[in-house]
């Protein structure tokens, strides 16, 4: 089943009463003429009236995309300098076109050059992802995500709701594990324990779980207290046999590998190995990009996600290779694409509960986040991916579950 895409119209923010035209705006820089010249090639105008064509209220929001990036593009859209009614849509067609190549703003070098030089995912700033993200408040998360509180891909395939889908998610990642009563698994990145919660009540296991985040922590450990399964706010390198009770039958990390970052790929890997049975089985679900080359969005790393970083197929197979055998991977990005058109719709819907809280600016920002995500998810220019792997090989060859 082809999940539903939302129609429904952001509020036009700045635009002119009906039926009264707005002015063209001069394009006085160099910048600015380039700005409309790409935004041309991608089939959007400047003040049209199609729900993904931009209306430009300060013509100075063009001279930052030009010179940052997605970063003065979202900053100015921020700031009210621009608006459009479909972001989705709008970046749809950017990134279908390839505009993004054609803006290579210089201090995006030196953001490559320091991800090189300096390891922006070491003990102490992994938690920073944790405060700026995580912990802004266990009743936002509620109100945009579904009941399980899944913070990630959904699986849209025979779902036609948010709910539906994320169960769908959780119930396959358990059936390609292969739970069964009684195993011992351990849950790396475990958010609320959407996971967890799910496969403790459905399938019987005991586990433990790992965050970065004092809320998600606290959260989880009060929601299910009731079923044998334990919360730690603890950073996944000082994971060890010794510390999980033995090595444990089967490892989930779902939507965590994206704050590793390249210098700590292999490492991870290492963590995962060493608290793993011989005879276990590791499923890895994250956002990946495919070129290597390209560094990580200044708008995201500064506004969302604090020192985040998408890997790329080679860079996850390098980090496993000699430690495990890839045994399957699956790619179901084009469903996240609905993931976030639901999440945004909940998040709009729950505005007003968190206005006075967060502010206008924060609304304008998280709607840039989920909207930008969900048109370059659509266009496919990055991946959802699924990885199961096994220290030895599976006996006789893995089946795939889909």
Not at 221 to 240: G, I
Request: with cysteine; net charge neutral; charged share 25%.
């Amino acid at each position: 089943m082809t999940p539903p895409q939302s129609t429904t119209a952001l509020p036009r923010q700045g635009a002119p009463p009906s039926g009264e035209e707005r002015p063209p705006l001069p394009l006085d820089t160099a910048p600015q003429r380039l700005a409309a010249e790409l935004l041309e090639r991608a089939g959007i105008r400047i003040n049209g009236d199609r729900p993904w064509d931009l209306r430009l209220h300060d013509p100075q929001a063009l001279d930052r995309a030009i010179a940052e990036g997605n970063l003065g593009l979202g900053e100015s859209y921020m700031a009210g300098a621009w608006d459009c009614d479909r972001l989705d849509l709008f970046f749809d067609r950017l990134l279908r076109a390839h505009v993004d190549r054609e803006v290579q703003p210089a201090r995006l070098a030196w953001l490559s050059l320091q991800a090189r030089l300096v390891n922006r995912q070491n003990r102490s700033r992994a938690w920073e992802v944790g405060r700026a993200h995580y912990d802004l408040g266990n009743d936002f998360y509620q109100a945009m995500l579904d009941p399980w509180m899944a913070y990630s891909c959904g699986y849209w395939k025979d779902a036609d709701n948010l709910a539906a889908a994320q169960e769908a998610k959780l119930e396959l990642i358990c059936r390609k594990l292969g739970l069964q009563p009684g195993m011992r698994v351990l849950d790396i990145g475990c958010g609320w324990g959407s996971f967890m919660g799910y496969a403790a009540k459905h399938h019987g296991i005991e586990a433990i779980g790992v965050t970065i985040s004092k809320q998600q922590a606290t959260y989880a450990t009060d929601r299910f207290r009731d079923l044998p399964l334990e919360f730690r706010l603890q950073d996944y390198r000082e994971l060890e046999p010794s510390n999980l009770g033995g090595k444990v039958d089967r490892i989930v990390s779902v939507g965590m590998f994206e704050h590793v970052g390249g210098r700590n790929h292999r490492e991870y890997m290492q963590v995962a190995r060493r608290c793993l049975a011989d005879d276990g089985l590791f499923l890895l679900h994250t956002i990946g990009k495919l070129q290597r080359s390209a560094v990580t969005d200044r708008f995201t790393d500064k506004h969302i996600f604090p020192n985040g970083e998408l890997p790329t197929i080679g860079q996850v197979g390098e980090a496993s290779a000699g430690l495990f055998v890839v045994e399957d991977l699956h790619n179901f990005g084009a469903d996240y694409d609905p993931t976030l058109m639901a999440w945004n719709s909940n998040f709009e819907a729950a505005w007003p509960r968190f206005a006075e809280r967060l502010g206008e600016t924060f609304r304008r920002k998280w709607r840039y986040y989920l909207l930008s995500c969900a048109g370059a998810f659509r266009a496919r220019n990055i991946q959802l991916w699924q990885w199961v792997l096994s220290p030895e090989g599976v006996d006789g060859g893995y089946r795939r579950i889909s």
